[in-house]
């Protein structure tokens, strides 16, 4: 089984493919859109992208990425925790630490950090936590830090000058597998895993109640909806769409009603996948 990861080793990603594929053939892609790729053009068989974080939220190149270009089933999820740490070359005092480098949503999870601890460094986008931690690793002088884990402070040779710089403690990240056929299933359903159902819904025009009445279509049913989200259609501003995630299968009857209803209302329903949920809570120690 190949699967593709936002790399260099060492970044969360790879850490996410590690719980979820142990043992098989992981490639490293320089972004997200490229793992996605990878799997459309039949060089990978499943892809594994990070989509959402507790401090910061969606990462919004996945799900745009993902419904506008990439159109692949969602098959599989994972969460796992999220341990930021402040890394350089050598040990350094905080006071002389002057650049600090990593990917943009990691760089937003330790935002109190970096404001009250490293406020005269300059703070730089690298394309993943990986790519920063090679860059420092690099680097002449010792002054430059990267935020990341602490996989990849190993494979970097890196010193973690200050460990758990994330702003919140409960930090998890949430990561989709995909695949370019909605049939498979190459994560192991653990004994009484729950499946949820992402989709998104598509309003006819904008008029009052129209989300009410989308809402009262999954509410009435009793389906449970962990998670709605907008995001602009990119048609024109105002113009948004609606991801929510839900507690079933798209094959369940009272889905297939909310969809007849929804259709009937003029909206269209997309589904994005159904996949079983896995938390690895208790492998924490393997994702520092
Ligand atoms: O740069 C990495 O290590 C990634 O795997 C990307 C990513 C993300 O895009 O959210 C994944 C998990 C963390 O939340 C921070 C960064």
Redesign the pocket.
């Known amino acids: 089984m190949k699967i593709s990861y ?1 790399g260099p080793r060492g ?3 790879k850490m996410a493919v590690d719980v979820l594929f142990p043992g098989e053939e992981a490639y490293s892609y320089a972004t997200i859109p490229q793992c996605m790729d990878a799997v459309v053009n039949g060089e990978i068989d499943y892809c594994v992208v ?1 989509v959402e ?1 507790t401090i910061e939220g969606t ?1 919004p190149i996945t799900m745009d990425y993902l419904i506008h270009q990439a159109k692949l089933p969602i098959v599989g999820e994972v969460v796992i925790p ?1 341990r930021q740490h402040l890394l350089t070359k050598g040990t350094v005092e905080l006071s002389d630490v002057k650049d600090v480098y990593s ?1 943009s ?2 760089i937003a ?1 330790c935002h109190h950090f970096l404001h009250t601890e490293l406020p005269h460094a300059v703070t730089h986008a690298a394309s ?3 790519t920063a931690a090679k860059m420092v690793a690099a680097m002449e002088d010792g002054f430059a830090a990267a935020i ?1 884990n602490e996989l990849a402070a190993k494979e970097f040779g890196l010193t973690i000058l200050q460990k758990d710089i994330h702003d919140y403690a409960n930090n998890h ?1 949430r990561f989709f597998v995909l695949s370019s056929d909605a049939g498979s299933n190459p994560v192991k359903r653990d004994a009484g895993a729950k499946m949820k159902t992402s989709l998104y819904v598509t309003l006819p025009s904008d008029y009052a109640g129209a989300l009410h009445q989308v809402l009262a279509a999954f509410a009435w049913r009793k389906i449970n909806m962990s998670k709605i989200e907008s995001r602009p259609m990119k048609t024109g501003l105002g113009n948004y769409f609606f991801i929510m995630d839900v507690s079933c299968e798209a094959e369940d009857i009272l889905f297939q009603g909310v969809r007849q209803e929804l259709e009937a209302l003029g909206c269209s329903l997309t589904v994005l996948g159904s996949y079983p949920i896995h938390q690895y809570e208790k492998k924490a120690g393997a994702c520092s």
Do not use: C, D
Request: glycine content about 12%; cysteine-free.
């Open positions: 936002l970044t969360f990603t990070p974080n990462v999220i990917h949503h990691a999870q993943s936590t990986g990341g990240t």
